[in-house]
């Protein structure tokens, strides 16, 4: 039996609405987080980089130690009694990151990050199954990660790479989308379900029943959304969908790529080696059924164990309450900063978004923003963030990025609000 790490007891939430439950209290929650005990330029912090990463509560960082000194080991081959633990823990990991989705065991293969998991679709399908001259369809608020891999393999492929463009106000055009899957039918269609920068949430179970209607394969980017939203595989109509535990208080070195059985059924491996395979030759090798045919090597075991413990904590606490918490804190944010003189927000309004807020302050670089926000003790995120096309479309070369989680409450949007105006008072000249 693999070691079972209790969270300790002050994690223990029960879920938002419940009877007895307490009501959503970040003041409360922070104590779960270590990191936010600590102080910043003798500031407590304000940590609003969560798009990020997202910090760890206790209990998994308990769970991540728990594993490496109590059950230590490889997985899946071994008949000793850490090996049978490591196994566990491992295949447990899976089996409740499933549940969390409302999939299937073996349509979950881990990864080392959502990068690795879009890189895996781009080459190991659409690579395989795309014919010269068909069309994959992106957005123009894409991440590199669900872009770069996309125009590797349509170069080498020779496949054809269209992007659909965006409202004025940052929403994905759907008109235009519609349009886009009548002109091309496209082969492949890879979107965020939400942005990174502009918070924009994509309608994605409505523009996926259209994609697939026309033929396509719907390949979702859920970084920023499976920590922060109920994501449901079956409702939510993609074939893939990738994301990482980082971004939702799981420890970094994991990702997680979900894939219709069938689809993965159809996918080839991105890497060879040890338990990938069915049988192998000098000359030849066939792959072991997914998704062990996706996870060559060691995989990341210690960190399935820990995530396990995410997964948990989000559980008790409840999607639907983190949203909403995530909703109300940005409705505040947003009307505090429009009141802020030559600051430009971008994206659609509190109604269309999640936690996330980009904006540039005239007279100001992003990059120097932040640095005097963190002489605050408030942490944000400053540069293109791997949205360089999207930021050209805005038209300027960085936004300053504030991003939220259920540790966060006014009182961080207050301090992000006067560092702000410190700022515009110092670098300014206003």
Request: aromatic letters at 6%.
């Amino acid at each position: 039996m693999a070691t079972s790490v209790q969270p300790p007891a002050g994690d223990a939430v029960p879920p938002a609405g419940a009877k007895g439950a307490p009501a959503f209290d970040p003041a409360v929650l922070r104590r779960d987080f270590p990191i936010l005990q600590r102080t910043v330029h003798g500031r407590p912090l304000a940590y609003l980089d969560s798009a990020a990463t997202s910090q760890k509560p206790a209990a998994v960082i308990d769970a991540l130690a728990a594993f490496y000194r109590e059950s230590n080991a490889n997985v899946h081959r071994g008949i000793h009694t850490l090996a049978e633990e490591a196994t566990a823990a491992y295949e447990g990991a899976r089996a409740r990151t499933a549940a969390f989705l409302g999939a299937c065991e073996d349509e979950i293969v881990f990864t080392r990050g959502t990068t690795e998991a879009l890189n895996m679709v781009a080459w190991g399908w659409a690579f395989h199954h795309l014919q010269p001259g068909d069309t994959i369809l992106v957005t123009l608020m894409e991440h590199h990660s669900n872009l770069v891999p996309w125009q590797q393999v349509a170069a080498r492929g020779g496949f054809q790479l269209r992007a659909v463009p965006l409202t004025p106000d940052g929403r994905l055009d759907t008109e235009a989308f519609t349009r886009l899957l009548e002109a091309h039918r496209p082969r492949v269609v890879a979107l965020a379900h939400m942005s990174n920068v502009l918070g924009t949430i994509n309608p994605v179970p409505e523009l996926a029943r259209q994609a697939r209607a026309a033929g396509a394969v719907v390949v979702v980017d859920g970084a920023q959304s499976v920590p922060h939203l109920p994501v449901d595989v079956g409702s939510l109509g993609a074939d893939f969908l990738a994301f990482s535990a980082h971004k939702m208080l799981g420890p970094t070195g994991l990702g997680v790529l979900y894939g219709r059985r069938e689809r993965l059924a159809e996918m080839e491996p991105l890497l060879g080696g040890g338990g990938m395979i069915r049988r192998v030759e000098v000359d030849r090798s066939t792959w072991a059924d997914p998704p062990q045919r996706f996870e060559a090597g060691t995989p990341p075991i210690a960190e399935a164990a820990a995530f396990t413990a995410a997964l948990d904590y989000l559980q008790r606490l409840g999607l639907e309450a983190v949203a909403a918490h995530e909703r109300e804190l940005v409705r505040y944010a947003w009307e505090r900063l429009q009141q802020v003189p030559g600051l430009v927000l971008y994206g659609p309004g509190p109604e269309h978004r999640g936690g996330v807020l980009s904006f540039t302050l005239e007279g100001v670089h992003p990059h120097d923003l932040a640095q005097v926000l963190d002489g605050e003790g408030v942490a944000i995120r400053a540069g293109h963030h791997c949205t360089q096309p999207l930021h050209r479309h805005l038209g300027v070369v960085a936004t300053a990025r504030a991003s939220f989680y259920i540790y966060n409450d006014r009182d961080d949007v207050d301090r992000l609000v006067d560092g702000i105006e410190k700022a515009r008072r110092l670098l300014a000249g206003s």
